[in-house]
Each structure stands twice: as structure tokens, then as C-alpha cells.
């Protein structure tokens, strides 16, 4: 089984709906990102989370919020999603520790907003 | 503020031909750099990582990098590509005080029979 999942896969939406993505993780990991991706742009930050009662802004926040519901669990929400945040969307997960640690990806959400 | 910079967006290789992706960083102190690829319809798997000491290192599937100092360059290396090395690359650079990855914009390889 997949270390890093997140659900749905892909999603279709339209301009001004409520959106939910979730990733969830068994590696037991304290830390947890929300990225998206566009083509020509590579990965940028959304949201961050160092445990349950940490929850950071990233480089590109506006828009989303986010909700870290457990440990292993971090959801990422588009209150009304527009057109511009059709992307890929990655969640990653990272251990703590006293020097840089990995971040380990999950498979990623494939979302277009009409 | 830290940056990585990809300047090639798309190289086209044959099979079996060498290989050089280039990257380069901003960063004031020495970098946590990395390496990911991305396979079509994957998540971003680790190739290789620089945090210390030898500027050479090794990484998987054959890849290699080495950190340039004076040139603030972490290339990506393979001596013989194979049809399977086909992704899209990623270059990035952590930040000093947290876990967070600037990633440069990506290098598309395309390899050709």
C-alpha cells in the first residue's frame, strides 16, 4: 500500500463550487505540505503543517485553507473554486528532526475548475 | 530570498546518449539541494540529495549530481539514458530553518529510440 494517499485522483468542478481534497499517510510523519503544480511554474507551496496544532501558510495560500484533522491526516479546501486553480495538487509528508528531512509525495489530485 | 533556476525546459536525447540537466541555486548558506523526477501520471520520487561533504553523489537509477560552490550548479547527470529515464526533473533547494523545497520550473526529458 501507498505511503502518501490522496483522494480523489482527478476532479471536475465548476467556477464557484466547494472542494475538498485529502491526503492522508502511514509513515507516521509530523509534518505535512500541500503543493500545486502548473505546467512552466514547477511545484509552489500552499499550506504547511508541523504537527496538528501547526498550520503555516505557504507562497501561495490565497484561496485555500486547509484543516489538519489528525497526524496522519491533511485536508486542503478551495471555499469557491475558480478557474485559475485548475492544476495538480501534491501532498507531502516529512519526519522531524534535527537536520532537513525528506518529503515523500503522494500520487497527486488532477482538479479542473470550468 | 532562495531561488532555483532550470533553464532548460524541454532536451531530447537518444537512447543510450549522455546526459546533463542543469540547475542552478540562490541561497545564501550551503543548500540542502535535491533532485526529483516525475514520471507521467506519478507523484515526485527523490533521485538524490546534497546536504554535505563529497560534491559528488550518487542517487538512483544510475543518476549522479554534482554540487558546484563557485558556480551554484547541482547538475543532474547519466552516462547512457534509457527510454524509461523519459520524465519531467525537478531541481530544489531547501530553506535552512524548515523542511520547505523551492523547486525550480522543471526540465522535460524526452528520449528518442
Known amino acids: 500500500d501507498a505511503d502518501v494517499t490522496q483522494t480523489p485522483r482527478n476532479r471536475i468542478t465548476k467556477t464557484g463550487k466547494r472542494i475538498m481534497l485529502e491526503c492522508s499517510q502511514t509513515?507516521?510523519?509530523?509534518?505535512m505540505y500541500w503543493y500545486r503544480q502548473d505546467p512552466g511554474l514547477g511545484l509552489r507551496l500552499i499550506y504547511y503543517?508541523?504537527?496538528?496544532?501547526?498550520?503555516n501558510k505557504g507562497e501561495i495560500s490565497d484561496g485555500y485553507s486547509v484543516s489538519r484533522q489528525a497526524q496522519a491526516k491533511f485536508s486542503l479546501s478551495l471555499e469557491s473554486a475558480i478557474p485559475n486553480q485548475t492544476a495538480l495538487y501534491f501532498c507531502?509528508?516529512?519526519?522531524?528532526?534535527?537536520?532537513?528531512?525528506?518529503?515523500?509525495f503522494g500520487p497527486g489530485t488532477r482538479l479542473t475548475v470550468l | 530570498a532562495q531561488s532555483v533556476t532550470q533553464p532548460d525546459i524541454h532536451i531530447t536525447v537518444s537512447e543510450g546518449a549522455s546526459l546533463e540537466l542543469r540547475c542552478n541555486y540562490s541561497?545564501?548558506?550551503?543548500?540542502?539541494l535535491f533532485w526529483y523526477v516525475q514520471s507521467p501520471g506519478q507523484g515526485l520520487q527523490l533521485l538524490l540529495k546534497?546536504?554535505?561533504?563529497?560534491?559528488l553523489v550518487q542517487g538512483i537509477k544510475g543518476f549522479e549530481a554534482e554540487f558546484k560552490r563557485s558556480q551554484s550548479s547541482f547538475n543532474l547527470r547519466k552516462p547512457s539514458v534509457h527510454w524509461s529515464d523519459a520524465a519531467e526533473y525537478f531541481c530544489?533547494?531547501?530553506?535552512?530553518?524548515?523542511?520547505?523545497?523551492?523547486f525550480g520550473t522543471g526540465t522535460r526529458l524526452q528520449v528518442f529510440p
Open positions: 507531502a509528508t516529512s519526519d522531524r528532526g534535527l537536520t532537513y528531512n525528506e518529503q515523500f
Open positions: 509513515k507516521g510523519h509530523d509534518r
Open positions: 503543517s508541523f504537527d496538528v496544532k501547526d498550520i
Open positions: 541561497y545564501g548558506a550551503t543548500p540542502y
Open positions: 546534497y546536504f554535505s561533504g563529497d560534491t
Open positions: 530544489a533547494v531547501a530553506t535552512g530553518d524548515t523542511d520547505k523545497l523551492i
